[in-house]
């Protein structure tokens, strides 16, 4: 009860004022087809709409807009991320400024408990985690620093996740918390991923146990699917759901495409297929407020099948007697959700932007399409920039 009289209330937000996205397509003239309705593609849509004034059709192939980070309640009313937790950080004033012309927010900052042979501990790995694994007393950050020095194994090259992981915490802390939970995550051994997989979590001596350090997180506060819906939002914005690319392609001949979904698939994977790791989602619902103490428990025995739970209303704040929570497995057939960061998964990426450099009728943007492990904000950030460009071709184009 105590939980949830901290919760922000967001009662107000009824499943009714939720409106599916406008469906107008009218068959106009379009400047763009832009394939994919996720962040790189809403983006472009709303600044080359609103900003650009161009007329531009988005189609997507599955039923809903905002790509991965789609969300909506379920048949108990409860908010609910379809594609796993998808929690708002950046550092980036300028991208938070963007979005927030689109959503409000609610402050959230994300915590994740490793289960440890039952024991929750906080992950990234911090002073609490040290003293509960090890029944250790550091009473400061000098005395974890220490006792992590003590442990860790420096090499003179870094390469690979296992290496980085090791170089810092040592063998122990790695085995414990990072070999199973990214052997079933990648279906590798973390000595065959780049080291940026692993050293996207950092090691920490204080007693701080916020996943993210950036100095703006937050969650919109009517869910991603509204906000995405304020972006697309324009007269000049349609959008076609339940289309696939191939069934739209040959209709509109000479309009730009800015395509968001697999680079390998849009060649017909004529160099070979790009691998990306899949996932499935359990979405289960229970009627008890609350199941978890935070919004993610991460799994990281190979004994269990799934690498992580989350309980949504820790994320989106809302307050219902019961409570949604999914179970994360990994697969390696199925949608791609992850490109996998090993140097020949890049090799094979390079010969596509080279074919794709080589195409002034197509603008490749967004995770599938650069074949990198970006975040949202790493999205927006990169779908701005391509804006800019396209807008400077028009300011060149009017002045020649
Ligand atoms: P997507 O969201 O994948 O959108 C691409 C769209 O293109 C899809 O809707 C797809 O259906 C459509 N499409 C593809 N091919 C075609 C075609 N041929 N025809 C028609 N449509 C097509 N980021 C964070 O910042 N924080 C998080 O907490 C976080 N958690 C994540 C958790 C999971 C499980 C996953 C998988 C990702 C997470 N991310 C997170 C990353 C985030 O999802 C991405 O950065 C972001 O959604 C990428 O946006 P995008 O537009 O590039 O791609
Ligand atoms: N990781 C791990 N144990 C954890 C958390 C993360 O081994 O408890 C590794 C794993 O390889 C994972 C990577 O670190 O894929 C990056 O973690 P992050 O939470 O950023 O993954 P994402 O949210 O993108 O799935």
Redesign the pocket.
């Known amino acids: 009860l105590v939980q949830e009289a901290a919760e922000t209330n967001l009662r107000s937000i009824s499943p009714i004022s939720r409106k599916p996205a406008k469906m107008r397509s009218k068959r106009r003239a379009y400047d763009f087809l832009i394939?994919?309705?996720?962040?790189?593609?809403?983006v472009l849509a709303e600044r080359l709409a609103n900003k650009g004034k161009h007329n531009v059709l988005v189609?997507?192939?599955?039923s809903h807009i905002?790509?991965?980070?789609y969300d909506f309640y379920n048949e108990h009313g409860v908010l609910v991320h379809k594609?796993?937790?998808?929690?708002?950080?950046t550092n980036s004033e300028m991208i938070f400024d963007y979005l927030s012309r689109f959503t409000a927010w609610r402050p959230y900052e994300?915590r994740v408990l490793a289960d440890v042979e039952g024991k929750l501990l906080p992950i990234p790995i911090n002073r609490t985690t040290l003293n509960g694994l090890y029944g250790l007393d550091l009473k400061d950050d000098d005395a974890a620093a220490q006792y992590l020095a003590s442990k860790a194994e420096p090499m003179d090259r870094v390469r690979t996740s296992k290496d980085v992981v090791i170089a810092q915490v040592g063998l122990d802390l790695y085995r414990t918390f990072f070999e199973g939970y990214t052997r079933k995550q990648w279906g590798l051994d973390p000595s065959q991923l780049d080291k940026a997989v692993t050293a996207r979590i950092p090691t920490r001596t204080n007693t701080d146990d916020r996943y993210f350090q950036d100095t703006f997180q937050a969650m919109p506060k009517e869910g991603y699917t509204k906000m995405f819906e304020n972006m697309l939002d324009s007269d000049r914005i349609d959008i076609r759901l339940n289309?696939?690319?191939?069934d739209v392609r040959d209709e509109f001949p000479g309009t730009h495409i800015i395509f968001?979904?697999?680079i390998d698939?849009?060649f017909n994977y004529q160099y070979g297929r790009l691998p990306y790791r899949c996932?499935r989602f359990e979405h289960t619902t229970y009627d008890q407020r609350r199941i978890l103490p935070v919004g993610v428990v991460n799994f990281p025995s190979e004994e269990i099948p799934y690498t992580r739970v989350t309980e949504f209303k820790h994320i989106t704040g809302q307050v219902h007697p019961k409570t949604s929570v999914c179970h994360?497995y990994a697969c390696s057939a199925g949608d791609p959700?992850?490109p996998i960061p090993r140097p020949e998964n890049q090799e094979l990426y390079n010969q596509y932007a080279l074919l794709a450099r080589s195409r002034s009728d197509v603008t490749f943007?967004?995770?599938?399409?650069s074949y990198r492990y970006?975040?949202?904000?790493?999205?927006v950030g990169q779908a701005l920039s391509t804006f800019k460009r396209f807008a400077a071709r028009d300011t060149a184009d009017h002045s020649s």
């Open positions: 394939v994919g309705a996720g962040f790189a593609g809403a189609c997507d192939r599955r905002a790509g991965n980070a594609y796993g937790p998808h929690i708002f950080h994300h289309t696939d690319f191939r968001t979904g697999p698939e849009f996932l994360e959700y992850y943007v967004g995770r599938l399409a970006y975040n949202m904000d790493q999205v």
